[in-house]
């Protein structure tokens, strides 16, 4: 679907001779790509014209024997890795989801969730320290907390979460 000006959604299809056209299935119109499109006559559906060139791009291989590349998201300038602040906290998965922000173009930004469940934020805060990354802490407790979140999305600038299962992504 499209998001027009007018903040209204259309189906969008792609013409038939755009599959000839593309080499790889990373060049498909993918979550956060702009494009060109005319909406058809006399109906609430558009057609996609133009796929315009990426700003950034999250991605991963795809599961399985062949090797793909699985777009997430494009154009996004801030990747908010999401974890928590329990006992499922692991320096090497944020590691691994650094090592993914900086090949997208995206800069990371790590979103600390359930402080309030954490006894020893210490330890947690002195080891984000040597990573060299912006970080925040947030509570469902504490809805101010979110508001620094907001602070990253103005001017047309945009975001995306990433994070394991359970860490809070659908709570932000």
């Known amino acids: 679907k499209i998001l027009t000006k007018e903040q209204t959604f259309l189906p969008a299809s792609l013409p038939g001779n755009y599959h000839f056209q593309v080499q790889h299935e990373a060049d498909y119109p993918a979550v956060g790509d702009w494009v060109v499109f005319h909406q ?4 609430d559906k558009a057609m996609i014209k133009e796929v315009l060139p990426r700003t950034s791009k999250f991605s991963r291989k795809t599961a399985g024997v062949a090797v793909k590349e699985q777009i997430i998201a494009t154009n996004i300038d801030y990747l908010f890795i999401v974890t928590s602040m329990n006992e499922d906290f692991n320096i090497a998965r944020i590691e691994r989801y650094l090592v993914a922000a900086q090949h997208s173009g995206a800069l990371p930004i790590i979103i600390l969730t359930k402080a309030d469940l954490c006894e020893d934020k210490g330890w947690i805060l002195d080891q984000l320290l040597l990573l060299g990354v912006d970080f925040t802490m947030v509570s469902m407790f504490q809805p101010e907390s979110v508001e620094v979140i907001k602070d ?3 001017g047309g600038k945009t975001g995306t979460f990433v994070g394991s299962s359970g860490v809070g992504k659908s709570t932000l």
């Open 152 to 154: 990253y999305l103005i």
């Open 40 to 43: 058809l006559p006399n109906e």
